[in-house]
Nanobody, 124 residues
Framework: QVQLVESGGGLVQAGDSLRLSCAAS????????MGWFRQAPGKEREIVAA????????HYADSVKGRFTISRDNAKNTVYLQMNSLKPDDTAVYYC?????????????????WGQGTQVTVSS
């Protein structure tokens, strides 16, 4: 069993930055690819970024490329999402997800465990 706890969300203005953190319990973190997803009201949950188990491979949604950076610290069982130049369209609940596989998946069905989510609101 893996438990994921997100933190770092909040209300910011357009152009500001936030860093989300996701702390994972369990001994499988270093063998798990991790993902950040988001879901805005009335929309489907979508991939934001993903990182392989050792951190060597990353994936970003086109809408966040060049603005967001995913990273991980396997010694701390934590994955991060640095979000810069935030836009109102980035407003959503952001979810951390863990995959019992070392390789990235870009779909929600590819992940086995989910956090409870953290709200990010960007005002214009």
């Amino acid at each position: 069993q893996v438990q994921l706890v997100e933190s770092g969300g909040g209300l910011v203005q357009a152009g500001d930055s936030l860093r989300l953190s996701c702390a994972a319990s369990g001994r499988t973190f270093s063998n798990s690819a991790m993902g950040w997803f988001r879901q805005a009201p009335g929309k489907e949950r979508e991939i934001v970024a993903a990182i392989s188990a050792r951190g060597g491979l990353t994936h970003y949604a086109d809408s966040v490329k060049g603005r967001f950076t995913i990273s991980r610290d396997n010694a701390k069982n934590t994955v991060y999402l640095q979000m810069n130049s935030l836009k109102p369209d980035d407003t959503a609940v952001y979810y951390c997800a863990a995959r019992l596989n070392i390789y990235i998946s870009t779909t929600t069905t590819g992940y086995d465990y989910w956090g409870q989510g953290t709200q990010v609101t960007v005002s214009s």
